[in-house]
């Protein structure tokens, strides 16, 4: 039997089971690990409690629970328990955990030690939670009941009152909840990735109240033993990883669907990297277990070879036999999927103000722009101020997966969101504000920088600026795809990459691959700031286009040599150095002074970055740069200052310039010494 299991059984988290078999000196490394008949004996004696009978419990699943005596059970409470029948607990007032021992035969310190283990800290006259007192009343085959017509259970009354909701805002700091994990498919093509989700979702429209059609919002929801899982649909690591690229990180849980007849592909394989490279957790299911040339032994083994051990053959990548077809193995998959998420401990705090990114969005005849967003933190409203990528807007009304108005979307919910001024990009993060014009006014400042980033080419990494980035801290790994004519090039070159040392860089293959670039590697290049290698390989048209649209680097080698020795030369900074700009920040003048004797003086608002007085200046008016030089002053109030910081006044003369006008752009940018790469 293996830890989940257990747990699932003695109604406690794997987590919990498996910090309490620490304790006990039971050694397991993930919840997947299996565990000796004779361990299990002694954790259910630990946590069960029921020295009565310590060898009678293992072969048994808890599913029949022997009862201690058939007869009716002695009542300390007569008014609150209900005796004779199938153990039925009526509960009439707060359930004691005195009492409540009392009812399940057992003493107060055994109830108090299996509390314990669900992480409730509870004395033995305090009062426990109805779902508890049913939790832990199920597994000693005592049916906990509301009394019909009851006042609501009344240890904590979840509804929140709209009051507490505003009391709560200010204390929600650390106020976190668990929250469903998001989920996307990957896989290769014709593996059956959207063949699954459309199960998913079937299956839960047929078991909705509505009976009705799921809306094609981006991502949906679907409930699985009364708890919620996201799934993103569009399925593949090209979404994925697009999505990643423009900076919104959404999957938790990556299913990868591997079919049983084809087993691992290319894209398989390429599905995985993209979602190491992401970092997050991967469940495997191997599809289309319903044909008869279907061989999950033979998937297990190939996922072996690349380095991810199945679970049942020791290692902790969770395989489910499927079929989107038959829908065989579904449950379990769904099952899988939530025990993942336990085991991550996804939190956030629905209590505070909401912000996610946008995971579709387009202009819709008569409803005007709208976009769909998906949660990861707080809970959006009906009539939040909104700014979302460089637009903004106030939620007119929200629609979730199934069609319906809601009023509120909390962590990981998807909702359509009608009401903003324009249409916002995929991807890109949105924030609830406190007002309708704080919305706009950063909407607008980031109007003015999207401008200015326009000019400028996207700064990624490129060998030529990986020491500057190290010497920021921001960057200490060189993040390489490497793709190359063959496997065997591919290994030789991967082997001697692997083989140069360098105290200040480490090497990290993001992707390595046969074959040449495409725009799938550009994708995950963006997201992982990486640059791409060739070896005898080209890059495909679109790559190309796509590498000079974001800013990645692409170096093409056709000796190995080459390839091998300027990477270790940019690794380890022996290049020539280099100058170059690196812009610090940027700020709008709001107003322009004259000055009698000093000529005028450009009141300034930082807007974003900071503004230094040793820094170098370029004026930018709409398009243009109009001035380029050094600052002459900068003051803060009547002071001197060295720096101001983003959303700080400030006022400033140029050396040699001053035909400032309201609405113009400063840059301020420093010189940097680099090491050079060629
Ligand atoms: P995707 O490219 O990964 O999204 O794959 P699709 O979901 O489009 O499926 C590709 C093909 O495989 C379709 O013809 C599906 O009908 C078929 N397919 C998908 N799942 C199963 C399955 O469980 N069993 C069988 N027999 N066929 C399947």
């Not at 690990?33 to 808890?62: C, F, M, T, W």
């Not at 200052?641 to 113009?664: M, P």
Request: net charge negative; charged share 25%; proline share 6%.
């Amino acid at each position: 039997m293996r830890i989940f299991e257990l747990a699932k059984e003695l109604n406690i988290s794997s987590k919990d089971l498996l910090a309490k078999l620490r304790a006990m000196g039971i050694e397991a490394p993930n919840h997947m690990s299996a565990l000796a008949d004779e361990q299990i004996a002694q954790v259910r004696e630990a946590v069960g409690g029921k020295p009565a009978k310590p060898e009678a419990a293992p072969e048994k699943p808890a599913a029949a629970p022997e009862q201690p005596e058939p007869a009716p059970p002695a009542t300390p409470e007569p008014e609150k328990v209900e005796p004779p029948a199938e153990n039925v607990y009526i509960v009439k007032g707060p359930i004691i955990v005195k009492e409540f021992a009392d009812v399940l035969k057992l003493k107060p310190n055994q109830l108090i030690a299996e509390l314990m283990m669900m992480n409730i800290f509870a004395a033995i006259n305090a009062t426990i939670d109805f779902k508890v007192a049913q939790k832990v009343g199920e597994k000693h085959g005592v049916k906990v009941e509301q009394e019909k017509a009851a006042p609501p259970p009344p240890p904590p009354p979840p509804p929140p009152s709209k009051k507490k909701e505003k009391k709560e805002e200010e204390e929600a700091k650390g106020g976190e909840e668990l929250r469903p994990p998001v989920v996307t498919f990957l896989g290769h093509v014709d593996h059956g990735k959207t063949s699954l989700l459309d199960y998913i979702r079937k299956s839960s429209v047929v078991d909705g109240e509505d009976g009705g059609i799921t809306q094609h919002i981006g991502a949906y929801m679907v409930e699985h033993m009364d708890r919620p899982i996201t799934f993103l649909d569009t399925p593949g690591h090209a979404a994925f990883t697009a999505m990643r690229a423009r900076g919104a990180n959404l999957t938790d849980i990556a299913v990868l669907v591997i079919a049983g007849d084809d087993g691992v592909m290319p894209q398989t394989r390429e599905a995985i990297q993209h979602a190491q490279a992401a970092e997050v957790a991967i469940i495997v299911a191997i599809n289309k277990s319903d044909l008869p040339g279907s061989n999950p032994d033979r998937v297990k083994q190939q996922l072996q070879e690349m380095g991810l051990t199945p679970e049942d053959w020791g290692g902790d990548i969770i395989c489910c036999p499927v079929s989107a077809h038959t829908g065989q193995g579904m449950d379990h998959l769904l099952e899988m999927i939530l025990l993942q998420a336990d085991m991550l401990e996804l939190k956030a705090n629905p209590r505070q103000s909401a912000r996610g990114f946008v995971i579709e969005a387009r202009l819709e005849p008569g409803m005007g722009p709208t976009a769909t967003f998906l949660v990861s933190d707080g809970t959006l409203k009906v009539g939040d101020a909104v700014v979302c990528g460089s637009t903004w807007g106030r939620v007119k009304a929200l629609m979730n997966d199934k069609g319906h108005k809601v009023r509120t979307a909390g962590p990981a919910a998807p909702v359509k969101v009608m009401g903003l001024t324009s249409v916002p990009d995929a991807g890109s993060e949105f924030i609830a504000c406190a007002s309708d014009r704080e919305a706009r006014s950063i909407a607008e400042s980031r109007q003015e920088q999207n401008r200015m980033e326009n000019l400028t080419a996207p700064q990624r990494a490129s060998l030529d600026n990986l020491f500057s980035q190290i010497s920021e801290n921001a960057q200490q790994t060189l993040n390489l795809v490497l793709k190359a004519d063959v496997k065997g090039s591919v290994e030789a070159i991967e082997q001697m990459l692997q083989g140069i040392k360098s105290d200040k860089v480490s090497l990290n293959l993001v992707l390595t691959g046969v074959g040449n670039i495409t725009e799938n590697d550009i994708l995950l290049a963006t997201a992982s700031n990486a640059i791409v290698v060739g070896f005898h390989v080209s890059a495909e048209g679109g790559a190309k286009a796509a590498a000079k649209r974001s800013g990645v680097e692409i170096r093409l080698y056709s000796v190995i040599y080459e390839l091998f020795d300027q990477i270790k030369e940019a690794m380890t900074g022996m290049l020539e150095p280099e100058f170059k700009q690196r812009v610090i920040g940027r700020a709008e003048v709001r107003q322009v002074f004259s000055l009698s004797k000093r000529g005028k003086v450009a009141g300034c608002m930082v807007t974003d970055g900071r503004a230094t007085s040793r820094a170098k200046v370029r004026v930018l008016r709409k398009n243009d740069v109009v001035f380029e030089g050094s600052l002459a002053s900068l003051k803060r109030f009547q002071n001197d200052a060295a720096e101001v910081r983003e959303g700080q006044d400030c006022g400033i003369r140029l050396d040699n310039f001053s035909d400032y006008q309201e609405g113009d752009t400063l840059e301020f940018y420093e010189i940097d010494k680099i090491a050079q790469a060629l």
